[in-house]
């Protein structure tokens, strides 16, 4: 099926030569001009992805974010003008996968949306076994459910994906580029969305997030998730 691409964008001129690359490249798009268009237009017909503008008239590009995701994870490349690591951060903390800072390639921003939509569908990730328990944590990977001390976890797709494939690695090192490559298929972007969900993940599964015990910091290389001893358990359903 054709993925349908939601266009959020306030600057006429621009929204035109985006929505034309973006056809091009075989996309179904639609264009709001400000954010309570998008998210009535998100209401109507939910979109594979939204290329969402930071700086909109009325409700800005963050808060439309944050009111997408709260019916469900939606693939969301941010379009900023703004171009401190600080601003980035923040779009990725309310659930945008990606960003891209004006000026830009338009034909950077159609790579951008295959390669999210590419991450957007079925982990392709080898996550092990149907199920991965160990710290008190219990991820089903084929019914896409992730619990703590048998309480459901609240996950968005990318941090469900890194858990998964965390679990199933236990005692490995990994560096933030492999994890980008490994678990999202991500090939080229900022590391810092990386950074952005271990911490996101440690708020939601560590006893204490500012000294975690589960999913640890290797200095100089990145992380690992260390699995109590004799606590890993595998369930192959």
Not at 192 to 220: C, N, Q, Y
């Amino acid at each position: 099926m054709t993925a349908r691409v939601l266009v959020v964008e306030d600057d006429l001129t621009v929204a035109e030569v985006v929505l034309a690359y973006l056809r091009r490249a075989g996309y179904e798009v639609e264009h709001a001009a400000d954010g309570l268009s998008a998210l009535q237009a998100a209401a109507v017909q939910r979109p594979d992805l939204v290329v969402l503008d930071l700086m909109l008239p009325g409700i800005d590009g963050l808060e439309v974010c944050r009111r997408l995701q709260e019916g469900g994870p939606i693939a969301v490349i941010m379009l900023t003008a703004l171009g401190s690591e600080n601003d980035r951060v923040i779009g990725l903390e309310v659930g945008a996968d990606d960003y891209v800072t004006k000026p830009f390639s338009p034909r950077e921003l159609t790579l951008r949306v295959r390669s999210v939509l590419r991450r957007s569908g079925p982990p392709a990730v080898d996550s092990g076994p149907a199920v991965l328990s160990a710290g008190g944590l219990q991820v089903d990977v084929t019914g896409h459910k992730a619990s703590r001390d048998g309480q459901p976890l609240s996950l968005t797709t990318r941090e469900f994906d890194l858990l998964a494939f965390l679990l199933a690695h236990p005692g490995e090192a990994f560096t933030r580029e492999a994890l980008m490559r490994q678990v999202w298929g991500w090939e080229f972007g900022d590391q810092s969305t990386v950074t952005v969900h271990v911490r996101r993940l440690r708020e939601k599964i560590e006893d204490d997030p500012a000294d975690p015990r589960l999913l640890v910091t290797v200095w100089g290389i990145g992380y690992r998730f260390d699995a109590p001893a004799g606590d890993r358990q595998e369930v192959t359903a």
